[in-house]
């Protein structure tokens, strides 16, 4: 136990940079009023946010620069995505 607590401290305390999934990542660019995945599709994958604004839709949540987004639908019954995801600017 008091080695599995270690390991969560060590963890939580790391890096958190996604730099190591880049060789795996591709751009894509999109425009305001773009949407990038909408409820219910199927999520095949995951973005990272780079530049520009975007939005959950169905709960209104503003999404910027760096943040991971579509990780849920890979967790969700049927793999479907859980919200809209929209560029806004």
Request: proline letters at 1%.
């Given at each position: 136990?008091?080695?599995?607590?270690?390991?969560?401290?060590?963890?939580?305390?790391?890096?958190?940079?996604?730099?190591w999934l880049k060789p795996y990542m591709?751009?894509?660019?999109?425009?305001?009023?773009?949407?990038?995945?909408?409820?219910?599709?199927?999520?095949?994958?995951?973005?990272?946010?780079?530049?520009?604004?975007?939005?959950?839709?169905?709960?209104?949540?503003?999404?910027g620069p760096g943040e991971v987004?579509?990780?849920?639908?890979?967790?969700?019954?049927?793999?479907?995505?859980?919200?809209?995801?929209?560029?806004?600017?």
């Open positions: 136990m008091l080695q599995l607590v270690k390991r969560v401290q060590d963890a939580s305390c790391s890096n958190l940079s996604m730099d591709r751009k894509h660019r999109c425009s305001a009023g773009e949407v990038v995945f909408r409820k219910g599709d199927v999520a095949e994958q995951m973005f990272h946010t780079v530049t520009g604004r975007y939005r959950l839709v169905e709960i209104g949540s503003d999404i987004i579509g990780e849920l639908g890979f967790l969700s019954p049927e793999n479907r995505r859980t919200q809209t995801f929209e560029c806004a600017e």
